[in-house]
């Protein structure tokens, strides 16, 4: 079982920056892949970016790439997300989870563990 806690959400204007943190507890996080979806009131859940348990090859969807970057920290326990150049399009609630990598890391299922979502909110 794992563990995971989001945090770093909040409110920024268009064309700012922040940067959320996923702290993972419980098995050991460095076998897991580790990916960041996020989910608008009334969209479905969508993938935004992957790194796999050696923190190399990260996968970005087409919508954040060039803005966003994903990094983690094995001896920490911790992922983190940077974002930049934010737009209100990316306001959404931003969730982290936890998987063995898989053909189905842009989805969902591809993931056994879940954080409870931290609220992104970019104002125009």
């Known amino acids: 079982q794992v563990q995971l806690v989001e945090s770093g959400g909040g409110l920024v204007q268009a064309g700012g920056s922040l940067r959320l943190s996923c702290a993972a507890s419980?098995?050991?996080?460095?076998?897991?892949?580790m990916a960041w979806f996020r989910q608008a009131p009334g969209k479905e859940r969508e993938f935004v970016t992957v790194?796999?348990?050696?923190?190399?090859?990260?996968v970005y969807a087409e919508h954040v790439k060039g803005r966003f970057t994903i990094s983690r920290d094995n001896a920490k326990n911790t992922v983190y997300l940077q974002m930049n150049s934010l737009k209100p399009e990316d306001t959404a609630v931003y969730y982290c989870?936890?998987?063995?990598?898989?053909?189905?890391?842009?989805?969902?299922?591809?993931?056994?563990?879940w954080g409870q979502g931290t609220q992104v909110t970019v104002s125009s």
């Open positions: 419980g098995r050991t996080f460095k076998g897991y892949a």
């Open positions: 790194i796999n348990w050696r923190g190399v090859s990260p």
């Open positions: 989870a936890a998987g063995a990598w898989s053909l189905h890391y842009n989805l969902p299922r591809g993931y056994d563990y």
